[in-house]
């Protein structure tokens, strides 16, 4: 347990179906992150908000859309998804002290698979 | 584009024997952290280390940050199926918020 819990774990979804991504962290951090994992490609930074702001989008489809309504949970948006999309996608949080980024804890991530 | 290459990419043992795991990379980075991923679980961190020629050990398993900070190397001794997991470097400069992640070694420890 890494104080960062993701749901749901599992999600299987159609190309023209809308889900929804859920993180939420436990440990008082002040930054949060979206990855992208999959099989072929090494972890992937998709997006980060620190104090609720998104300052880094890298270049991500606009099929994916992140939401931080507070520095506790992180949302990631899903519509018109293609098969390609499928991966691992983690949550990670972490700690902005004295404008220094400290290491990033990990959730266990959300197995998605788009038919 | 700051790339980190692992090898090997895939690596089968029994238990007890001695295996490394290398972290290569043509650029600088200010620190490195290796993680084990388990099956259905995120990424932990293992070590961060931080000084070129740095070694630091964590039971059985030894960490090494090369001189000029472009590699690293994860030696495991007397290997137990409790290793087993994806081992992933990540390369960080000024704090950790844009890590530089690995290709990743898979093992496998077998009884």
């Known amino acids: 347990e890494t104080g960062v819990t993701q749901t749901p774990r599992h999600l299987v979804m159609g190309m023209t179906n809308k889900k929804s991504l859920k993180c939420e962290q436990h440990?008082?951090?002040?930054?949060m992150y979206w990855y992208k994992q999959s099989a072929k490609k090494p972890l992937e930074l998709m997006f980060v908000?620190?104090?609720?702001?998104?300052?880094e989008n890298n270049s991500v489809p606009s099929r994916f859309s992140p939401e931080c309504p507070n520095s506790s949970h992180l949302f990631l948006h899903l519509h018109t998804l293609q098969p390609e999309d499928s991966a691992l996608y983690l949550c990670?949080?972490?700690?902005?002290?004295?404008?220094?980024?400290?290491?990033?804890?990990f959730g266990p991530g959300t197995r998605l698979t788009v038919l | 584009t700051q790339l980190l290459e692992q090898s090997p990419q895939f690596l089968s043992i029994q238990e007890g024997e001695n295996l490394t795991v290398y972290c290569n990379s043509s650029?600088?980075?200010?620190?490195l952290q290796w993680y084990r991923q388990e099956p259905g679980e995120g990424p932990v961190l293992l070590v961060t280390?931080?000084?070129?020629?740095e070694v630091k050990k964590l039971k059985r398993l030894t960490f090494q940050f090369g001189d000029a900070r472009k590699d690293s190397s994860l030696h495991i001794t007397a290997a137990q199926p409790g290793d087993t997991g994806l081992y992933l470097c990540?390369?960080?400069?000024?704090?950790?918020?844009?890590?530089?992640f690995g290709t990743g070694t898979r093992l496998l420890v077998s009884p």
């Open positions: 440990l008082g951090h002040n930054a």
């Open positions: 908000y620190n104090f609720k702001e998104q300052t």
């Open positions: 280390v931080v000084t070129g020629g």
């Open positions: 990540a390369g960080a400069n000024t704090g950790f918020q844009k890590l530089v």
């Open positions: 990670a949080s972490s700690a902005i002290l004295r404008g220094f980024t400290d290491t990033q804890y």
């Open positions: 650029s600088v980075f200010s620190s």
